[in-house]
Nanobody
């Protein structure tokens, strides 16, 4: 599975961005998908994940109520709508796929994209 993120950029605090992750290769619909982020000098951290059917969704407490993860299996794409962004949200955002149930642990994901930079100015 190849994953390509897009939609990052520079946004002011309080603004919104929608990230997309397009998948190609093996059947996208069988994979659980996750979004992670990594700020400079910090470890990669979980943001959100969605099951293959969309029936199970998990958010990190830090983004709950502000971020929404969704997927369109017909388009082989997963999305992350980010609202009320804060400067602490500045990071490289990665999408990831795994052939199993939803998990928040990055080392349990099998495939990763290259990441897209999100910068939130104060």
């Amino acid at each position: 599975v190849q994953l390509v993120e897009s939609g990052g950029g520079l946004v002011q605090a309080g603004g919104s961005l929608r990230l997309s992750c397009a998948a190609s290769g093996r059947t996208f619909s069988i994979y659980a998908m996750g979004w992670f982020r990594q700020a400079p000098g910090k470890e990669r951290e979980f943001a959100a994940a969605i099951s293959w059917s969309g029936g199970r969704i998990v958010y990190a407490n830090s983004v709950k109520g502000r971020f929404t993860i969704s997927r369109d299996n017909a388009k082989n794409t997963v999305y992350l709508q980010m609202n009320s962004l804060a400067p602490e949200g500045t990071a490289v955002y990665y999408c990831a796929a795994r052939g199993g149930v939803v998990t928040t642990q990055p080392d349990e994901y099998d495939y990763w994209g290259q990441g897209t930079q999100v910068t939130v100015s104060s």
